[in-house]
C-alpha cells in the first residue's frame, strides 16, 4: 500500500504570462458588466442629439435661406458639457471603483505587471468612448441638419468646417474620459476624482479670458477651451484685443491632455502599493 509520504512532491509549474490581449478581453468584460454603463451611455448620447434639435429648433426661424453653418446648432455648449461630464466620470469609475471595492488586489495579483493594466484599462476606455462620441457627434449633426434643411439652411458634411467640428466632437468623449481614468489612478477615491475632473474640465476654463496674454495661454490649454475652438468655424478678428488659441495648438491640447495623464497613472502605480 502506498502512503502519502512516498508520493513525490511536485514543484507547481508557472502558468504562460499574461498577454496584453488577454488584459484587454478582462478589462471588457468588468466594463460592459457594470449594468449602469450601458445605460449611462445610451441616456447621454440620446441627451446630447436632443440638445441638437433643441438647438436647431430655437434657431430655424432666424435661418431661413441661410447656408453657413453654425456649429452650435449642431454642437451646442450644454449637449457637450454633459459630455465632458459623464465621460470623465466614467473614466474615473473604470478606476475607482476596483480601489473601493478590494478588486484590484486580485488583479495586481493576477497581473503584477500594473503598468500594462493601466494601458489595458486606457485601451478599453478609448475605444469604447470613441465609439459614443462618434455617434453622439454623428447623430447631432444629422438631427440638427434635417430640422435646418425645412427652412433651406442645411449644410452637407463637406461644407468648410464642418468635418473639423464633427472630429473634434467626437473625440472629446474619449480625451475626457482617459483623463478621469488617469486622476482616478493618481487620487484611488471617487468623490475627490469627480471633483478634480468637473473642476479642470469644466469650471477651470470659465477662469480665464483672453484678455491678457499669460490668462488666454492657460485658458488655452485645457481641454474645453480646445474643444470650443474646433468647432468654430470662423476666424478672429485681427482687430481684436484678444488672444484666441490656434486650430493647431488645440489639436496638440487634445492630444497631450490624456497621453500625459495616463503616463503619469502608469508611472505611479508601478512605485506604490495598492
Known amino acids: 500500500m502506498t502512503t502519502l509520504a512516498s508520493v513525490p512532491l511536485t514543484t507547481p509549474v508557472a502558468g504562460p504570462p499574461v498577454r496584453f490581449r488577454d488584459l484587454l478581453a478582462s478589462e471588457w468584460i468588468k466594463l460592459r458588466s457594470l449594468r449602469s454603463t450601458p445605460w449611462t ?4 448620447v440620446l441627451f446630447v442629439i436632443g440638445s441638437a434639435a433643441v438647438a436647431s429648433l430655437a434657431d430655424k426661424a432666424a435661418r431661413s435661406g441661410s447656408a453657413d453653418f453654425l456649429p452650435y446648432d449642431a454642437y451646442p455648449a450644454a449637449g457637450y458639457w454633459t459630455l465632458i461630464l459623464v465621460a470623465s466620470s466614467m473614466g474615473a469609475l473604470t478606476v475607482v ?12 495579483v493576477a497581473v503584477p505587471a500594473r503598468g500594462s493594466v493601466v494601458l489595458a484599462k486606457a485601451a478599453v476606455t478609448a475605444a469604447l468612448w470613441t465609439a459614443v462620441g462618434t455617434a453622439a457627434s454623428t447623430g447631432s449633426f444629422l438631427v440638427s441638419q434635417a430640422i435646418l434643411d425645412g427652412h433651406h439652411a442645411g449644410v452637407p458634411i463637406t461644407h468648410p468646417g464642418v468635418f473639423r467640428a464633427l472630429v473634434a466632437s467626437a473625440l472629446l468623449a474619449p480625451v475626457c474620459a482617459l483623463v478621469g481614468l488617469g486622476l482616478g489612478v493618481l487620487l484611488r477615491h471617487a468623490a475627490g476624482t469627480m471633483v478634480t475632473s468637473v473642476f479642470t474640465l469644466l469650471m477651470l476654463p470659465t477662469m480665464f479670458s483672453e484678455s491678457n496674454r499669460w490668462s488666454a ?6 481641454v474645453s477651451a480646445a474643444w470650443n475652438r474646433l468647432v468654430q468655424t470662423w476666424e478672429p478678428d485681427p482687430g481684436s484685443l484678444g488672444y484666441t488659441a490656434t486650430v493647431t495648438g488645440s489639436w496638440i491640447v487634445y492630444a497631450l491632455w490624456p497621453l500625459i495623464t495616463v503616463a503619469l497613472a502608469v508611472l505611479v502605480v508601478r512605485r506604490r502599493d495598492v
Open 41 to 44: 451611455i445610451a441616456l447621454t
Open 217 to 222: 495661454d492657460i485658458k488655452h490649454a485645457l
Open 97 to 108: 471603483s476596483e480601489y473601493s471595492s478590494g478588486l484590484i488586489r486580485t488583479t495586481t
